[in-house]
């Protein structure tokens, strides 16, 4: 292992995916997490592993890394992800004109995009509008965040990596011109310790830009806060991810989570991550936008509805919204950009091409300490406890928890579908493999 320690500031998707990618390359990492798994954006998404059909027409970066770590983060988290297919539908009486720009954007990037037949679709599934005109089949999945950022965590973990949840950073270390470290606030006990590091990387998400603010008056990192409301239904309507075929707009999107539907999103600009009033208005607007593509939604209650906020880097003429600009991702040097050395901080991306946000931060890192180690995380199969009659006892050993209740869930999770797999008591069992 390296004698390199890189201290990571946020356990969100990006975070945790930089913290596996280093680690496996033999850096010495920590991460620093304020909250605890998915307290962040990442906890707070529409739940789509993107295909990159949805950027297709009009951000083809984005739209080519998604399909390529689709395919990954498939292959190394499968235990997250359900293959869920995707649809994008237009509707009778709709303008066509987007259908073109779309097509041609899915062959250039690379994504797999096949016309369906519309009676059989009506057969297949029987919730969908009967005023679908056409639609298209492409690789859209649904992941759980919360499985993919532990593996992640517990995969760093397995590589050496220390992750410490309820620890907040409230300042940087700097020797002149160089930021030696962290210093960091337990937000339980208020104890306050220091952390050295050779670099420090601020994946802190929507809260980044306002932490160099604040502690360094650093302001080149320039991000636009755009918040998106999502409403949950508590049932699962069809087998695809349904969209619609129309340049990316507000409601157009019903992705069926497991057992639920979530319905999602809007987006408006926002001053603080932590500030995000759900609007009632925006609740109606996406329950009538939702039962344009399933019908029954309109008479259905609101199971919950929740927001989360991007940070996507501000490009100059941004619209007010957020809405038409890039999702793509961006590394802020802040040696080059404010003579900081030590210091990079992350900006944009989406949690679908998380890992190779990763992999390009882990390439500069190399880059910067004259490391020739090159990226693994295409081929590492992220870890997963899997409870089985021969393991239980450990794992009962590791994390306090009983042999009868263990036993308990081995037989609920070992009768269960995939779709609802989704268990309360086995996300009790990673956290405490995570915390311990
Ligand atoms: C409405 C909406 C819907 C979306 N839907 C999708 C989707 O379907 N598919 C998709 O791929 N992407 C989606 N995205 C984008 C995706 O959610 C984000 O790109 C991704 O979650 C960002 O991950 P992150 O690690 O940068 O941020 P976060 O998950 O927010 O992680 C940052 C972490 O830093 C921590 N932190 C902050 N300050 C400090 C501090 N001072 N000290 C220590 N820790 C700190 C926070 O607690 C947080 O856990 C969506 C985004 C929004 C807003």
Redesign the pocket.
């Known amino acids: 292992m390296s004698k390199t320690k890189i201290a990571v ?9 930089i913290a596996h990618d280093l680690s496996s390359r033999g850096f010495k990492v920590s991460v ?4 605890n798994i ?13 295909s990159g059909a949805r950027y297709a027409a009009n951000d083809i970066k984005t739209a080519r890394e ?1 399909v390529q770590d689709n395919k990954v983060i498939s292959r190394i988290a499968g235990h997250c992800v359900e293959d869920t297919g995707g649809l994008f539908i237009s509707l009778e009486g709709e303008d066509d004109s987007y259908k073109e720009a779309f097509l041609k954007g899915c062959a250039k990037a690379g994504i797999e995009c096949r016309p369906v037949d519309i009676e059989s679709l009506k057969q297949e599934e029987p919730f969908i509008s009967k005023s679908v005109k056409s639609a298209f089949l492409v690789p859209d999945k649904v ?1 759980n ?1 919360f499985r993919y ?1 532990a593996s992640l965590l517990l995969t760093a973990k397995s590589e050496g990596a220390d992750v410490l949840f309820d ?4 300042d940087f270390k700097t020797a002149g011109k160089n930021v030696t470290g962290i210093r ?1 606030r337990n937000v339980r006990t208020g104890k306050t310790a220091d952390l050295k590091a050779d670099l420090v990387i601020n ?6 830009s306002r ?1 160099l603010f604040k502690s360094l008056n650093i302001r080149s990192m320039k991000t636009i806060l ?5 409403i949950v239904f508590d049932s699962r309507f069809t087998r695809y991810v349904l969209n619609r075929l129309r340049p990316p707009s507000d409601g157009d ?1 019903i ?1 069926p989570f497991f057992g639920q539907s979530i319905v ?4 408006f600009l926002v001053n603080s ?1 932590d500030k995000v009033r759900i609007d009632k208005d925006d609740i109606e607007f996406l329950k009538n936008e939702g039962s344009k593509l399933i019908p029954v939604i309109k008479n259905m209650p609101v199971h919950r509805s929740y ?5 996507l880097v501000a490009q100059a003429g941004s619209d007010p919204t957020g809405r038409e600009t890039s ?1 793509d991702f961006m590394i802020f040097d802040h040696s080059k950009l404010d003579d900081m050395a030590g210091l990079l901080s ?1 900006g ?7 890992r190779l946000i990763a992999k390009d931060v882990g390439d500069h890192v190399c880059h910067i300490f004259g490391s020739k180690e090159r990226s693994k995380t295409n081929r590492i199969q992220l870890e997963w406890p899997k409870l089985t009659n021969d393991n239980l006892s450990k794992i009962a050993e590791k994390t306090g928890l009983s042999d009868g209740f263990l036993r308990e869930v081995l037989e609920e999770t070992s009768s269960r579908t995939f779709s609802d797999m989704y268990s309360p008591a086995m996300d009790l069992i990673i956290s405490r493999l995570l915390f311990d």
């Open positions: 500031i946020g356990a969100g998707a990006i975070g945790s995916a620093v997490e304020k909250g998915i307290g962040g954006t990442s906890g707070r998404f529409h739940g789509l592993l993107h998604s992941i965040s950022i620890t907040e950073v409230i960091t994946a802190s998400g929507a809260w980044s932490l755009s918040a998106g409301t999502m999107i992705v999602g999103t809007t987006s991550p927001s989360g906020v991007r940070a999702r992350i944009g991306g989406k949690l679908s091409t998380s």
